[in-house]
């Protein structure tokens, strides 16, 4: 009769948290203090309000410090906890818990994606916001426009001769700069803003580009 | 004597400009003494459902200055009491009261400082930030034609207008609007510029 | 139709604040399997003709029942949550108003769904109860400012 009794006195795991970037919601931890390799974890999860708590058999005995979570947390109506435990030589920690996880407030949103074109005197901006993490590429997106109505743009426009920054701040998802200079680069960058609750992306990376050169200036070359 | 009765702080009183709100009081002068004060504020929701409680505020603790920052803690639209006590050694004062209720929508709303930029043919604004609590409504028109309106809630940039065609001088005004007490400012002062260069023109 | 101006921003900020505070306003509710709000009936399925009733219930029960049983040992938190009992309040007495005009009808099935919320509440004692509840803002806050756009659509 060889139960191998647990004792449960293995140094916890460390910042249990949830990192979460358009939804895509990934439970992270450290490795407890003072374990070399060969640390193995279980990981479970609980809907807040609802009675159990769910054990993620794919990441049942892993190695790993992360656990892809975003199936089991995908509808952002509810709110979540996720817990972890460590298994090293007969030994194991205790459950170590998230905080309170809200996808909705919680997650961190990527910059818009943004394309630019050019005519003589005008530049054409569409900006894209991100979409919804989803289950599989066949599955319809969402995107976090759907999630957050009340989402606008802030734009920020260059001229790299003058050196002058412009701003625009938009909901609709195309802005068009006309009477610009001919023959001259602007660079575009933007960012997410959510009033409520109160979240915004990052900017984008510039996406730069010249307005064609004028007739006059192609007569004269 | 050393048991005379610390008087309590006077002339308690409220300056309240663009949703920032201070308390200052009259110093109690106590020859050889430093005098420390004490803030307490009371919302409505103290006075009717908690037994008419009173929070410290803890920046304005023991503090020897006579005046208050106490634009955090009146953060809802509803009446708030305030009094303020003063405190020498051991020695303690009765509470100062400010005289009548404080709700921050009396605050007084100044109208924005604005710049104007005429940049080519593109019509900018810059405005000054005043905080979260605030968005800007901006009028502009050409001269002679009806004024269209952009508001802006994000004051920490030149933000664009619109183009301007050459010849006709383009008017701006502003105005802010405070969501949370629902009231606006007046107007600023008018600028006017014309499409040219990338100078910014004023209205002398 | 009952139009009532509420600027959830400072109530949002408010509540992140004792959300993200070091012993979190969540942290000092231990019990994850039940809620008050959102479970076994969720906010979400309440329909858009109940939402004004609901909505003016529930600002009810919070400033009557809940914020009163939430005083801590932490004054930032104290102050915090006292901002946001004042704005609750602020917003109570406009949908009373509402209320009184009739412009905010209680339907069975709001009635119905409150009650299941007062049950919860009342199934547990009145701090750990309270603390809950107050934890669980983000959950009206979400449905409210979901609901709000609904409105604008």
């Known amino acids: 009769w060889g139960l191998r009794v647990l004792c449960c006195s293995l140094p916890n795991p460390r910042n249990v948290h949830f990192e979460s970037i358009n939804m895509k919601n990934v439970l992270h931890w450290s490795a407890p203090e003072g374990t070399g390799h060969g640390v193995l974890y279980k990981v479970k999860y609980l809907v807040y309000g609802v009675g159990k708590w769910i054990r993620k058999p794919e990441c049942r005995n892993i190695n790993r410090t992360w656990c892809d979570l975003s199936s089991e947390t995908s509808d952002y109506e509810e709110q979540y906890y996720a817990s972890v435990k460590a298994f090293l030589n007969g030994m194991c920690s205790d459950w170590i818990e998230t905080t309170r996880f809200n996808p909705l407030t919680d997650t961190k949103i990527d910059p818009p994606m943004v394309s630019v074109s050019s005519t003589e005197k005008s530049i054409s901006i569409i900006l894209t916001a991100p979409e919804k993490w989803k289950k599989s590429p066949e599955e319809e997106s969402v995107s976090l426009l759907q999630v957050y109505p009340g989402l606008q743009y802030n734009v920020s426009v260059l001229n790299k001769k003058t050196k002058k920054r412009w701003w625009f701040s938009i909901s609709n998802t195309t802005l068009v700069v006309p009477w610009l200079e001919p023959g001259t680069a602007y660079c575009v960058s933007a960012q997410i803003h959510v009033t409520t609750p109160l979240l915004h992306s990052g900017f984008s990376k510039e996406y730069c580009i010249a307005t064609l050169k004028g007739m006059s200036d192609e007569a004269m070359t | ?204 | 139709r009952c139009r009532v101006s509420m600027s959830m921003t400072e109530i949002r900020l408010g509540f992140t604040a004792i959300k993200a505070s070091i012993v979190s306003i969540q942290a000092r509710d231990p019990i994850k399997t039940l809620s008050i709000l959102s479970h076994p009936q969720s906010l979400h399925k309440v329909k858009s003709s109940d939402r004004c009733c609901i909505t003016h219930h529930l600002f009810n029960f919070y400033v009557d029942k809940v914020f009163k049983h939430c005083k801590t040992e932490d004054s930032y938190i104290n102050r915090k949550i006292s901002s946001i009992a004042n704005s609750f309040l602020s917003m109570k007495k406009k949908l009373r108003q509402c209320h009184e005009q009739n412009k905010c009808m209680c339907g069975e099935e709001s009635t119905e769904k409150f009650k299941q919320i007062l049950a919860n509440y009342e199934g547990l004692n009145v701090t750990s109860a309270a603390i809950k509840s107050l934890g669980e803002l983000d959950i009206l806050l979400d449905w409210m400012e979901k609901s709000q756009r609904a409105e604008h659509v």
């Open chain 2, 1 to 204: 004597g050393e048991d005379a009765l610390l008087p309590a702080p006077q002339n308690i009183s409220i300056l309240s400009t663009n949703m920032k709100h201070f308390l200052s009081w009259s110093p109690v002068i106590v020859q050889g003494e430093t005098v420390r004060y004490s803030v307490e504020f009371q919302g409505e929701y103290e006075r009717d459902y908690a037994n008419e409680s009173w929070i410290p505020i803890c920046e304005c603790s023991l503090i020897t200055a006579t005046v208050c920052n106490i634009t955090e803690d009146i953060s809802a639209t509803v009446a708030y009491n305030l009094r303020v006590r003063a405190d020498v050694g051991t020695r303690r004062s009765e509470w100062g009261t400010l005289k009548g209720f404080f709700n921050r929508i009396t605050t007084s709303l100044t109208p924005p400082l604005m710049k104007v930029i005429a940049d080519g043919c593109h019509l900018l604004v810059e405005l000054e930030d005043m905080g979260p609590a605030f968005q800007f409504c901006v009028l502009y028109w050409k001269k002679g034609q009806e004024s269209r309106q952009k508001v802006v809630k994000d004051a920490s940039s030149v933000v664009h207008l619109d183009t301007m065609e050459a010849g006709p001088d383009y008017c701006v005004k502003a105005q802010t609007y405070v969501e949370a007490i629902n009231r606006s400012s007046s107007f600023s002062q008018t600028q006017c510029v014309g499409a040219q260069g990338g100078t910014s023109m004023w209205l002398v």
